[in-house]
């Protein structure tokens, strides 16, 4: 995610970003959201950066979809562009660590809606 602009809306905060996806991150997605709250979060380098966190529906390729909380940042050199945690798929996923792809594999070059 790339340009974090905060505004404020009705009085209330809201953010604008962008949405990098695709192979080689060619496509793009603009999108607006209003700011849930802001949080200190501690990566796995045990850096602390204050993130900005939203709410949006996670939707599984199953159909089944429910409302999560998720921070934005930057995250083009890391392996995975998103991260789930366990407050995300509590009481609704069972992880199973030793095998990938269990639900499929989504083509790259799907829009976000």
């Known amino acids: 995610m790339l340009d974090q602009e ?6 209330r905060e809201h953010v604008r970003f962008t949405l990098e996806h695709g192979p080689r991150d060619e496509l793009r997605h603009q999108a607006e959201a209003e700011v849930s709250d802001r949080r200190l979060v501690t990566d796995s380098g ?4 204050l993130r900005v ?8 390729p199953t159909g089944p979809s429910w409302p999560i909380e998720v921070n934005l940042t930057e995250r ?3 392996q ?7 407050s995300a798929l509590r ?3 069972l ?3 030793a095998r990938s792809f269990l639900l499929g594999v989504i083509a ?6």
């Open 95 to 97: 992880v199973e660590p």
């Open 91 to 93: 009481r609704r996923c």
């Open 53 to 60: 966190f939203i709410r949006t529906r996670l939707l599984l």
């Open 108 to 113: 790259e070059d799907r829009t976000p809606p």
């Open 46 to 49: 045990g850096h602390r950066q």
């Open 76 to 78: 083009h050199n890391m």
């Open 6 to 11: 905060l505004f404020q809306r009705d009085g």
């Open 80 to 86: 995975f562009p998103m991260l789930l945690g366990r």
